[in-house]
């Protein structure tokens, strides 16, 4: 089934096109890396589908309608993690993830000992993000990918600052998040090891400097 | 992997928010005492600055200390939003099946429970300090309870439509002060016939009604501002 | 429905090629008129018999003040305008409008207190209308403060209409609260919001400089507005060409 389709696709800067209007489809099981230069847009790109950024030009469609970014059904089926992760330094670490999945998924506060062992960070429980490295937060939020249940997840830079261990680990989590029904786009800086990962250029607009 | 579930549980998802808020707030104790301390401080001015004279501070004290509890609020409300903006926990609530709307009134509440209610309680004794009379005093704590929620309401817009901005602080007072005219006369003239022994009842009510109004469509305004925000 | 209208409307090229004679037009109506009803209002009209040529400032206060609130509105509709269709123009017509409101109120100001020195003797008075109108002044420069702090300008647009739309609700509120708090703080010996009747060879110059301050509106309202557009879209095929045409 196809998930996102785009068509003619470009974020806009200043009324300006980023990069060259595209035509991709993202279909169920599909697993995707977005590769451009660095300032091409991958960012505002992603962050585009996920409602985050307002200015482009073209059409998206999820699951054949028109995508709007508030749609009840269509946020339950998004998981989005950005270069900022959301885990807040005054809370623990299972507080941030079951405030996670209780605003993200209407769940009761449930065992997130076991997502956060996953990734870890067994005995690290009850201790403030403050006092975790910047690999253990970004682990924290990654706790969250462990434990969701959405179709389609938007990564931007998952691997930044995990350890060689933890990439492998991520790797065959998003395998089999693939492998399941469910799609990922994401873009990354590291070679990813994965079969049958597709690409979408991102080519950027040449400027005319006045 | 298993098909999505649709029965989102909205007041798991309102609980866990409302702990995350409440818990954040106890946890930022300098938060709390910051503005009360201002509060303080400024207080201490009036005298050394204008006069010492008893008459003098009767006459001056509800309008003055609805003043400062004005710019206590608007000093504690740049990190109403900041924190979760630069973390990246607003992506998270901007994407989050639960609406944004109750997000706002969320943070905007445990905003007022950590410097409304402070401010409303300290008062009394800000009221001693500046020879307000006696029988102002619950008159002084009603109007400021809720008042400050009504400032904290109003200031939510602003502190929603500065927080992408580097060095909002100024350019949100600028905005938000004259939004606050309506609060200040009201409250002001509350405990200024309260202490007068006059009829505040009208003024008190206007306050509410004011409350009211900002309840209804304040956080409308800010969850819209905080949408336009994130586009960064 | 079919909003296809609003948005060629809401073109700047559209709109830019459309105005070029309402510019002229406007322009030359504005400038009359202000001529005739200066001459008229400050050479013609009979003296005030009690306030005597002092009160020929209403000729430019009072249709600026009336002129400096309705250009809140007018700003505040067009932000909404945009939030809600989407329109590129009505956020130029918006930034246009919120220095030009401003200056108004700042005129209205001033010319309030030019007329209060001989009037009453002092510069300022804490009177509802002044008092509301400073506000109101305050109200404009928060927007163009708030434009003026963005980097994009796309945010620039949408949180300052925001900010306009929620002003534009306070307006009301204000005026009324500011209106009950001068009954109970003026001072007896100052009045001048009673109810007074105005000659007809007063009110006439009058009546025309209301025509004229608002031709003058819209006038510097579409020419600013225009100044906006090209330097929005001086990147697009278009402009170069009226930018080329100007420069040879």
């Known amino acids: ?210 | 992997m298993n098909p999505a579930t649709l029965d989102y549980n909205l007041s798991n998802a309102l609980r866990a928010s409302v702990a995350r808020e409440l818990r954040i707030s106890t946890r930022q104790l300098s938060e709390l005492f910051n503005p009360l301390l201002f509060f303080l401080v400024v207080v201490v001015f009036i005298p050394l600055g204008i006069s010492s004279d008893p008459a003098l501070l009767t006459k001056l004290a509800p309008g003055m200390i609805w003043v400062i509890a004005l710019l206590a609020t608007l000093l504690s409300l740049e990190g109403l939003f900041k924190g979760d903006f630069e973390d990246g926990s607003l992506e998270q609530m901007v994407i989050s099946p639960l609406p944004l709307v109750w997000l706002v009134l969320i943070k905007v509440f445990s905003h007022w429970l950590v410097t409304g209610i402070p401010l409303t309680l300290l008062a009394p004794v800000l009221g001693l300090m500046l020879f307000l009379p006696t029988d102002a005093y619950w008159i002084l704590m009603l109007s400021l309870f809720l008042g400050t929620a009504s400032l904290s309401l109003v200031g939510s817009i602003g502190a929603a439509l500065t927080v992408s901005l580097r060095r909002g602080g100024l350019v949100l007072s600028l905005i938000v002060m004259p939004l606050y005219v309506p609060i200040l006369i009201f409250g002001a003239d509350t405990v200024n016939s309260a202490a007068h022994g006059l009829s505040y009842a009208f003024s008190l009510a206007v306050l509410g009604v004011f409350l009211l109004f900002a309840l209804l469509a304040a956080p409308f305004a800010a969850a819209g501002a905080l949408k336009i925000s994130v586009n960064t | 429905m079919n909003w296809q209208w609003l948005h060629r409307f809401g073109s700047p090229k559209w709109f830019y090629e459309k105005t070029g004679l309402w510019v002229v037009a406007l322009g030359l109506c504005s400038i009359t008129l202000l001529v005739v009803g200066a001459v008229w209002g400050l050479g013609f009209a009979p003296e005030d018999a009690k306030q005597g040529n002092s009160y020929r400032i209403i000729y430019i206060h009072v249709p600026a003040a009336v002129i400096s609130m309705a250009g809140y509105y007018i700003m505040a509709i067009a932000g909404g305008v945009g939030l809600i269709w989407r329109t590129k123009l009505s956020f130029i017509v918006m930034r246009a409008a919120a220095p030009i409101g401003a200056w108004l109120t700042f005129a209205a100001l001033f010319t309030g207190a030019v007329w209060g020195k001989p009037t009453w003797g002092t510069w300022w008075v804490w009177d509802a209308r002044i008092t509301s109108m400073l506000i109101l002044l305050f109200l404009y420069l928060g927007v163009i403060a708030l434009q003026q702090a963005f980097q994009h300008q796309d945010s620039a647009d949408k949180t300052s209409a925001i900010l306009a739309l929620v002003g534009m609700v306070n307006v009301p509120i204000i005026y009324k609260s500011v209106e009950w708090w001068t009954t109970l703080h003026q001072p007896a010996s100052i009045k001048f919001t009673q109810k007074s009747t105005i000659d007809p060879s007063m009110l006439y110059p009058l009546m025309i400089m209301f025509v004229a301050f608002y031709a003058f509106y819209f006038w510097c309202l579409l020419r600013s507005a225009r100044a906006e557009i090209l330097r929005r879209e001086q990147k697009t095929a278009w402009v170069g060409e009226i930018l080329m045409k100007g420069s040879r």
Request: glycine share 10%; aromatic share 10%; proline share 5%.
């Open chain 1, 1 to 210: 089934m196809t998930l996102l389709k785009l068509s003619q696709f470009s974020c806009l800067r200043d009324g300006e096109p980023l990069f060259e209007p595209m035509d991709y489809t993202l279909s169920q099981g599909d697993l995707v890396q977005v590769v451009g230069p660095n300032g091409a847009g991958k960012t505002t790109f992603l962050r585009s589908l996920c409602g985050l950024y307002s200015e482009f030009e073209g059409s998206i469609f999820w699951k054949g309608a028109p995508l709007n970014p508030s749609d009840f059904e269509f946020l339950q089926h998004l998981f989005y993690l950005g270069h900022q992760t959301g885990v807040k330094k005054t809370l623990t670490a299972r507080e941030n993830v079951d405030w996670y999945f209780g605003l993200q998924d209407g769940a009761s506060p449930q065992s997130s000992e076991e997502l956060l062992a996953r990734v870890g960070l067994s005995g690290y429980e009850d201790v403030p993000c403050q006092q975790l490295s910047a690999g253990q937060m970004r682990r924290v939020a990654l706790a969250r990918l462990f434990g969701s249940q959405r179709q389609l997840w938007v990564l931007d830079e998952p691997f930044t600052a995990i350890d060689v261990l933890g990439v492998a680990q991520l790797e065959g989590l998003i395998q089999r998040h693939c492998e399941t029904g469910g799609s990922v786009l994401l873009t990354t800086h590291q070679a990813i090891t994965l079969p049958g990962v597709k690409s979408w250029k991102l080519r950027p607009c040449i400027r005319e400097e006045m």
